[in-house]
């Protein structure tokens, strides 16, 4: 896992790290010093390190699907019942 880049190493607090046993998926959580923006500092370490949504988690509500991801929900749900708005889908 790579270190956060030095533009934005000034911004974190602290840096947590969990894995998942056996599946070999670690996670890294950054605690952002006050005054910090976390939806620009978010971009830049996805950006960073070249991460993709959906990932081991999915896209949930959080982030968008690509468009082929988004299609597959559609199909498989047209009416959107089951998870309405799910990777920033229609909701209904």
């Not at 070249?50 to 896209?59: I, K, L, R, S, W």
């Not at 929900?73 to 229609?90: H, K, Q, S, V």
Request: proline share 9%; net charge negative; hydrophobic share 40%.
């Amino acid at each position: 896992m790579k270190p956060v880049p030095p533009e934005w190493a000034d911004q974190v607090a602290a840096t947590l790290s969990a894995g998942h046993f056996l599946c070999h998926v670690f996670h890294l959580d950054y605690v952002l010093k006050k005054g910090a923006d976390p939806a620009a500092f978010q971009k830049a370490m996805l950006d960073a390190e070249g991460a993709e949504y959906p990932a081991e988690h999915n896209v949930g509500h959080l982030y968008h699907a690509k468009p082929q991801l988004a299609a597959f929900y559609e199909g498989l749900d047209p009416l959107a019942r089951f998870n309405p708005g799910i990777g920033g889908t229609r909701r209904s």
